[in-house]
């Protein structure tokens, strides 16, 4: 029978380090990792990386899952784990580490990881599939979109929308009340000062576009 207690990490690389040490602090049991076929038989931190996407199914009944691949300009490979998951019948966990606070006015979607000393405020939603990344706060009745990556530090401040598939950068700000369209790439240390309605790669202070998507 499956236990909700009891997690298989699909990607077995640095977010994974971070993840194992949330999990830990929120108590579930870790059985173990899938990830490439070359790493199959080695461990992280003392876990064994127990297979590839292809043994996914071997847990179904044993495990949620939670989907450990960080994810910088491109949330594709995220995505599809989530989707392939999905289709075995696989379901996530939603884990939220003992040092953040989540209000209890807030929602969080499944298979989104809130990290260490992260910040989830009153009357704000987070999508499916999110990583809210150590120390970043999620201000009042933001609404954050299905698998975007909050990093480190970043600051959502209150009434901001963001898209799916975003990525904001280690200490960026988005002052209140603005949008970020899906897709979207902000660099580490951007001030987003307007809503953001084209396709791209932001940087600076104003952010303004670099690379367009
Ligand atoms: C946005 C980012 C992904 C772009 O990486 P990249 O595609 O390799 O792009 P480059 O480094 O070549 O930079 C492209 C342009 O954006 C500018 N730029 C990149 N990062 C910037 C930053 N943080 N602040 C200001 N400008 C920045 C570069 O100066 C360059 O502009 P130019 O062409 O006028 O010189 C990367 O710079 C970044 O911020 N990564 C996020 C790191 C982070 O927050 N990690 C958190 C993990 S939890």
């Known amino acids: 029978m499956r236990d909700p207690n009891n997690i298989v990490l699909v990607g ?11 999990a830990e ?3 579930y049991t870790i059985l173990g990792i899938l990830d490439m076929p070359e790493y199959v038989g080695s461990s992280v931190l003392g876990y064994p990386v127990v297979g590839t996407d292809e043994d996914l199914v071997k847990y179904v009944d044993k495990a949620l899952f939670i989907v450990t691949v ?3 300009k491109d949330a594709y ?8 998951i999905q289709s075995v019948g696989g379901r996530l966990a939603t884990i939220v580490a003992s040092t953040a ?3 209890r006015y807030a929602s969080i979607g499944e298979g989104s990881v809130v990290l260490h000393n992260a910040m989830v405020n009153a009357n704000a939603h987070i999508g499916k599939g999110c990583i809210i990344n150590t120390f ?42 603005i949008g970020i369209m899906d897709s979207c790439v ?7 000062r307007k809503n953001i309605v084209k396709k791209g ?3 600076g202070n104003p952010a303004l576009l670099k690379i367009k998507l």
């Open 101 to 103: 606070h989540v209000s």
């Open 186 to 192: 902000i660099a580490a240390g951007s001030v987003v």
């Open 136 to 177: 970043a706060n999620i201000e009042h009745d933001a609404v954050i979109g299905d698998f975007c990556h909050i990093s480190t530090g970043a600051m959502v401040n209150g009434n901001c929308t963001v898209g799916q598939g975003v990525f904001l950068g280690s200490q960026s700000v988005m002052v209140n009340g």
């Open 70 to 72: 960080g994810h910088i």
């Open 12 to 22: 077995g690389g640095g977010h994974c380090k971070s993840v194992i040490d949330v």
């Open 201 to 203: 790669i932001y940087s």
């Open 77 to 84: 490979l995220r995505i599809r784990l989530h989707e392939h």
């Open 25 to 27: 602090s929120a108590g």
